[in-house]
T-cell receptor
Framework: EAQVTQNPRYLITVTGKKLTVTCSQNMNHEYMSWYRQDPGLGLRQIYYSMNVEVTDKGDVPEGYKVSRKEKRNFPLILESPSPNQTSLYFC?????????????FGSGTRLTVV | GENVEQHPSTLSVQEGDSAVIKCTYSDSASNYFPWYKQELGKGPQLIIDIRSNVGEKKDQRIAVTLNKTAKHFSLHITETQPEDSAVYFCAASIPGANSKLTFGKGITLSVRP
């Protein structure tokens, strides 16, 4: 089944403790992206990747890092999480550069930073 | 950059009625307009999309219309059913190196049985 898999689904952590949210897709998509979803703000792009070793900032990149060492994986790294990063996170992938064929989203990771 | 706005923020309809959700976009260069449905506890799922060279597209009970002059596009759902209850996001994409999707804030549609 074609899908984007995120782990974990739920995570509670403390301020300053480094964490990684994994994302993997099995569709051989070139384009991958991370979004965060907050009430009243919709979906905002954090980082995106056009292909292996090619990443760039989205609209809200502060406090986040990403890497794209393999085509299928695109982990999101929070080096020193803070409470304002409490959010619902989605990884997405697309067959074409950008979005002209639509995104496939993962099921989401709900992160709480206390 | 692109700015996408959705109206209204919530919508409640009676089962069997039609629902219309409207979005406006700011950048006339945008050429791709998808709609996503997000059910509780799940990620957004693409339900229909339209490109700027097309004015209308239908898929069973759902349709999308695009007015490039006015820079707005709408999602139409006919014969609504309780399973249509969800959050709906519109989005727009400008062609280019990133071609990212810029999303509206979402609308919660409730279909009353």
């Amino acid at each position: 089944e074609a899908q984007v898999t995120q782990n974990p689904r739920y995570l509670i952590t403390v301020t300053g403790k480094k964490l990684t949210v994994t994302c993997s897709q099995n569709m051989n998509h070139e384009y991958m992206s991370w979004y965060r979803q907050d009430p009243g703000l919709g979906l905002r792009q954090i980082y995106y990747s056009m292909n292996v070793e090619v990443t760039d900032k989205g609209d809200v990149p502060e406090g986040y890092k990403v890497s794209r060492k393999e085509k299928r994986n695109f982990p999101l790294i929070l080096e020193s999480p803070s409470p304002n990063q409490t959010s619902l996170y989605f990884c997405a992938s697309s067959a074409h550069r950008g979005a002209m064929s639509g995104y496939t989203f993962g099921s989401g990771t709900r992160l709480t930073v206390v | 950059g692109e700015n996408v706005e959705q109206h209204p923020s919530t919508l409640s309809v009676q089962e069997g009625d039609s629902a219309v959700i409207k979005c406006t976009y700011s950048d006339s260069a945008s050429n791709y307009f998808p709609w996503y449905k997000q059910e509780l506890g799940k990620g957004p799922q693409l339900i229909i999309d339209i490109r700027s060279n097309v004015g209308e597209k239908k898929d069973q009970r759902i349709a999308v219309t695009l007015n490039k002059t006015a820079k707005h596009f709408s999602l139409h759902i006919t014969e609504t059913q309780p399973e249509d209850s969800a959050v709906y996001f519109c989005a727009a994409s400008i062609p280019g190196a990133n071609s990212k999707l810029t999303f509206g804030k979402g609308i919660t549609l409730s279909v009353r049985p």
